[in-house]
């Protein structure tokens, strides 16, 4: 069976330093591969997607990128995090074959100092 | 315009309820739909597929109507722990992306 893993579970971090948050999934192939973040009392705002490796869209203009080095890892990054940064994170994947639903990782909850 | 709609609520039902969450979507080329279950501070977890057809699954039954750009879910029988916010998701296949609605909160209550 198909497995996601993201981590870390909760991140404490100062404005301007640096993030990188990681996804990985396990038994599938080829996935489409998601991050999302959820502000406080929110809905999911898409911020990246990719449908193979090296291959990444932008949803909205920020200070964070997405890469995704192997078919199965997808990770997230700002060289600079801002206060409007906080959120919770989540990473997701879907069959790239179509009506196929996406499934969520357990999230990264992240706060800005 | 949103391209997921939904009433953000909360439905406070008393247990044994049945409760019903409609969701709009705005793009007519939409090919899939899903309900969302999400636990407060936790990832949403895939409550069910809808079907053209409309499907049913347990105490639960979606609907889906295209010609008014619709889905619906139905909980008959509610429980306490059906206490959650639900999520309406739609997909445009052709784009690989998925639109979340910004959910209906249900409150169940002994």
């Known amino acids: 069976s198909q497995t996601i893993h993201q981590w870390p579970a909760t991140l404490v971090q100062p404005v301007g330093s640096p993030l990188s948050l990681e996804c990985t999934v396990e038994g599938t192939s080829n996935p489409n591969l998601y991050w999302y973040r959820q502000a406080a009392g929110r809905g999911l705002q898409l911020l990246f997607y990719?449908?193979?490796?090296?291959?990444i869209s932008s949803e909205v203009p920020q200070n964070l990128s997405a890469s995704r080095p192997q078919d199965r890892q997808f990770i997230l990054s700002s060289k600079k995090l801002l206060l409007s940064d906080s959120g919770f994170y989540l990473c997701?994947?879907?069959?790239?074959?179509?009506?196929?639903?996406?499934?969520f990782g357990d999230g990264t909850r992240l706060s800005i100092l | 315009r949103k391209e997921v709609e939904q009433d953000p609520g909360p439905f406070n039902v008393p247990e044994g309820a049945t409760v019903a969450f409609n969701c709009t979507y705005s793009?007519?080329?939409?090919?899939?739909f899903f309900w969302y279950r999400q636990d407060c501070r936790k990832e949403p977890k895939l409550l069910m597929s809808v079907y053209s057809s409309g499907n049913e699954d347990g105490r639960f039954t979606a609907q889906l109507n295209r010609a008014s750009q619709y889905i619906s879910l139905l909980i008959r029988d509610s429980k306490l722990s059906d206490s959650a916010t639900y999520l309406c998701v739609v997909n445009l296949n052709n784009f690989n992306k998925f639109y979340f609605g910004s959910g209906t909160k249900l409150n169940v209550k002994p």
């Open positions: 997701a994947w879907s069959r790239s074959d179509s009506n196929q639903p996406q499934h």
């Open positions: 990719s449908v193979g490796i090296g291959q």
């Open positions: 793009n007519s080329a939409s090919q899939s």
